[in-house]
């Protein structure tokens, strides 16, 4: 995806209607103008990187540390979503509305792991602390490049893993 690949400037019109092999015209057909086109895969990213993932989850159920590593690997993992996810983020920087719309997206991921972790610490202020870092932890293990020291990077997401949901 475009967005992924080369971030929301490099979303066009034109451009995209070339790489479809359809005409500008017969993108419009499609889309009213660039922001609808903008609006739908806002949609699109929203309702698979949310709705999607707590449908699975629920599913395919577990318990509650087996329901975050799922809803984790299915978000932060995926070759498809974690490259919209990160472009998105990018995005949200430079637009108000979505930053608003990231903003919905993380709220929902946060419920589901206070929800969670809240299953086996019963301290609120804990349940918040541990949920915020595990989330951390799923986005910034994807710019972090430091070394771990004789460690693997799997090895060590492992541990911080095992130390967040107490295992």
């Known amino acids: 995806m475009v967005l992924a690949a080369d971030g929301v400037d ?4 034109e451009a995209l209607a070339k790489r ?9 057909g499609y889309f009213a103008d660039r922001d609808a086109l903008l609006e739908a895969m806002l949609d699109t990213w929203e309702r698979e990187s949310t709705d999607e993932v707590l449908d699975r989850i629920e599913r395919e ?7 975050i590593h799922l809803a984790g690997v299915l978000t932060f993992s995926s070759d498809r979503l974690l490259p919209i996810d990160l472009a998105v983020r990018a995005w949200a920087r430079r637009a108000p509305a ?3 719309r990231l903003r ?9 792991l206070r929800e969670m972790i809240g299953t086996f610490c019963d301290d609120p202020d804990e349940v918040e602390a541990r949920s915020t870092l595990a989330f951390c932890v799923a986005i910034g293990e994807h710019f972090l490049v430091a070394d771990h020291q ?3 990077r799997a090895e ?5 893993a095992d130390l967040l949901l107490n295992r």
């Open 104 to 112: 919905r997206v993380d709220n929902r991921r946060m419920d589901l």
């Open 98 to 100: 979505v930053a608003e």
């Open 156 to 160: 060590v997401l492992a541990r911080a």
């Open 61 to 67: 159920g577990g318990d509650p540390k087996e329901k």
């Open 10 to 13: 490099a979303v066009r019109v």
């Open 20 to 28: 479809l092999g359809v005409t500008k015209g017969g993108f419009y």
């Open 150 to 152: 004789g460690r693997t």
